[in-house]
Every structure is written in C-alpha cells, then in structure tokens.
C-alpha cells in the first residue's frame, strides 16, 4: 500500500510540474476588436479590460514587491517604461502575482544635450531597432506580456518639426516590425494629454492603441480623440492626483501639494470617469500619487 501511495504521489507531483511549465509555456493572443463604435481588448478570446497601475520597479531597497501591492489594490495589469524594468524577474513575479504587464521600450527624446536626432540619427535608429526586436523575440511568447509599450511623450519632448516629422516615420516602421515579428500583442504609444495626437493620426496609422496620458479632464481628452478621427481606441496610460503643473502656489511661489485624501479622491473619481467610457477606451493605469 505504501509503495503504491509513493507511485501516486511521485505521478501527482510531475504531473503538477509539467502542468505548471505548460501553464507558463503558453503564451497570450491578445487583439483589438471591433464592433460599430466599440472597442474591446481581447485577451485569448475574451473581453478583458485594463484596471492597471503604473510599476516602474518590480522590487524595492528593501524587499519590497510592488507588483504584490498593485495585485493587492486590485490591478490586473502593470505597465513599464523601458526594457531594463521588465526583465526576466519582472515578468515572472508578474506572473507569479496574476498580473499582466504592457511592457514598455523607451524611446529617446531627440535634443542637443543627448545627441540623439530621428533626422540624421542613424545609429541610434538601428540600435533602438535591433534593441527593440531583440526583446519582443525574446519575451513575446512569455504569459506575463499583454502588449508593447513603444515610446512615451517623446513628441511633446521634441521641439524641431522636422524631429517630430522624422520621429513619426521611425515610429510608424518601428511598430510595422514588430507586428511583423509578433502578430499576437497589440503596440500602444503614450502621448502626453492631446499634445501628440495630431502626430499620430497623421503619420502612424499602424498603432493598435492611442495611450493617453494624462491628469485633468478625460471629457476633453476624449472629444480630441473623437474629432481626429482614430480607427482606434484609446488606453490611459497614466492618470492619477493633479500633475505638479496644475497645483496652485502659495504666496512664496511654491506649488501647494494635494493632501492624500484629495489624492486618492481625485484618482477614484477619475477611474470612475474611464470606465464610463469603457467602448472607446479599454482601460487605463494609475500612475503618478
């Protein structure tokens, strides 16, 4: 008896094992539908809405897991800026949290300081590329991925035309590529507020998702999206407390931060607001407290 008990559990404990590398070897098709007017994220054939939060940094100094506390607020996705945050490490304890992950591939804003240019920047274009298509072959079929993140403001950070103009062109064959070596995870590319907008309707008509972000009114950044006319929703890339730039100053010139309960009050009505809208956007990430 007891060596037919040792069978069964030695058969149970390898048929949990090779269970749980299955589980993990799957990877996730996740695709942008549509139908009339509303739009839907979906995640291996059904409906899945993002209720994300912004995490950086996987861990803490001092062993702090922060994708264990976006899972406790109740987040079913994180999102990342640059591929050096959503290593290996990440996406694994994202998985191990029950999390999704918009993994995100900085791109440089173009100035003189940091020498990088989209006009006559050829090397770092290769480079970013080859950088870029390394990590999507490499993490593409990983269960924690649910889409590419590639770019974060870089418009509004931009000030030559003929930068914004060259960027856009790079952009858009950026992420023709990466649908090419990954067909199966939408590209999102985060505007800041309505000021990039115009720049990608105009010159990146590839993008699966608008991001958005943005710490005012979503009415007003939504009837920016409405009037240009996108053939594709939009997605919160960040929203949270009033921006430093919209706090009002005391009589010494300093910006007069909100209190925590003004904080938390401003990111639960403005979550409520996202999720009226839910049809044209599919969901958003609380960022910046």
């Keep these: 008896m007891n060596f037919i008990r040792r069978v069964f559990f030695i058969a149970f404990v390898f048929y949990i094992i090779f269970y749980q590398e299955l589980v993990f070897a799957a990877s996730n098709v996740v695709k942008v539908t549509r139908e009339g ?12 809405y993002i ?4 995490v950086g940094e996987g861990f803490g100094a001092g062993g702090e897991n922060y994708l264990r506390m976006a899972k406790e607020l109740g987040a079913n996705t994180v999102r990342t800026w640059g591929i050096e945050q959503g290593d290996q490490k990440y996406l694994d304890e994202a998985v191990a949290q029950g999390l999704y992950v918009a993994a995100g591939i900085w791109l440089n804003y173009p100035n003189e300081k940091n020498g990088i240019s989209y006009v006559n920047g050829q090397a770092y274009m290769e480079r970013k590329e080859k950088e870029t298509l390394d990590y999507v072959e490499r993490y ?9 993140n ?21 952009l858009e064959q950026l992420i ?10 939408p590209v999102v590319y985060a505007s800041s507020g309505k ?9 990146v008509p590839s993008l699966d998702i608008i991001g958005i972000n943005d710490y005012g009114d979503i009415q007003f950044i939504e009837n920016r999206w409405i009037d ?31 209190s925590d309960y003004a904080k938390a009050a401003q990111c639960r009505n403005y979550w409520n607001r996202v999720r009226e809208k839910k049809g044209n956007n599919i ?7």
């Design 37 to 48: 007017r509303h739009y839907a994220l979906m995640l291996n054939g059904k409906p899945f």
């Design 51 to 54: 209720q994300g939060v912004g």
């Design 140 to 148: 593409k079929d990983h269960p924690a991925i649910l889409l590419w």
């Design 150 to 170: 590639l770019g974060n403001e870089v418009f509004m950070f931009t000030k030559s035309e003929q930068e914004k103009a060259s960027f856009a062109r790079f």
């Design 176 to 185: 023709q590529k990466v649908h090419a070596a990954d067909p199966d995870h």
């Design 195 to 203: 000021t990039d907008l115009p720049y990608l309707k105009k010159d």
């Design 228 to 258: 240009l006319g996108f053939d594709a929703p939009y997605l919160m890339t960040e929203y949270g407390a009033l921006g430093s730039w919209d706090l009002p100053k005391d009589k010494n010139d300093r910006r007069i931060e909100q």
């Design 283 to 289: 969901g958003g990430f609380v960022f910046s407290l």
